[in-house]
């Protein structure tokens, strides 16, 4: 069965530097989430998007932006990054009607040195 | 939505039945509670989920308290495989496309030969 696709699997980038993250949900779905997951930390939600318009948003820093494209990609873009927006980045995915499950993919690994 | 509580880590033989519990003493009456699980670094995977009723699928058994205010998760035989952390999360049902998990600490279980 097909699977929420994130790419890259892994980034490395300068301090400053800017960075965008793909993902790509399982057919059909419509909602996508965001998270970030620190090391030795738990995965902290950032944003949603649910039919190209955001739905829900978590603690994501204001150098963060994401959107929803027509075809329900995702992309999270980062801006003047810090060594502390090194993380696993990962992206899951739903349909949008209540109860459903989220469906996450691989993960982006982001390192910023 | 209610906060979960789970043991920090758990050791479990491998071929034993793994037990493991979760308290949510505040939990709605419209909340349901979902585990999912995440194997070092790869995406959180989803496990079962139920509101009031018992659960069972292919890969564990939701046994859940009359009161609701705990639950058990049972991975009826364990394998290496199943080392990983475990995440017993609360869920109420939202809105349409924005349902997030909230991840809380979990449980670090290690399944030993």
């Known amino acids: 069965a097909a699977g929420v696709i994130q790419s890259p699997r892994h980034l490395i980038k300068e301090k400053r530097e800017t960075a965008t993250l793909k993902c790509y949900p399982i057919p059909r779905h419509d909602t996508v989430y965001w998270y970030q997951q620190g090391p030795g930390q738990d995965p902290q939600f950032l944003i949603s998007?649910?039919?190209?318009?955001?739905?829900d948003k978590g603690s994501i820093p204001d150098r963060f932006s994401a959107q929803q494209f027509s075809d329900y990609h995702s992309e999270l873009n980062m801006s003047s990054l810090e060594l502390g927006d090194s993380a696993l980045y990962f992206c899951a995915s739903s349909r949008g009607t209540v109860n459903e499950k989220l469906f996450f993919g691989s993960g982006t690994q982001l390192s910023v040195l | 939505d209610a906060k979960t509580t789970q043991p920090t880590s758990m050791d479990c033989a491998e071929g034993r039945a793994a037990n493991l519990p979760c308290n949510h003493s505040?939990?709605?009456?419209?909340?349901?509670v979902y585990w999912y699980r995440q194997i070092h670094s790869q995406g959180p995977q989803y496990i079962i989920h139920?509101?009031?009723n018992n659960e069972t699928n292919e890969m564990a058994s939701l046994i859940i308290t009359e009161d609701r205010k705990s639950s058990t998760l049972i991975l009826p035989h364990a394998t290496l495989r199943d080392t990983a952390v475990y995440y017993c999360i609360v869920r109420g049902p939202g809105f349409q496309g924005a349902q997030k998990l909230v991840f809380g600490q979990g449980t670090r279980l290690t399944i030993n030969p």
């Open positions: 139920g509101l009031k």
């Open positions: 998007f649910y039919e190209k318009m955001q739905s």
């Open positions: 505040t939990i709605s009456g419209n909340e349901y």
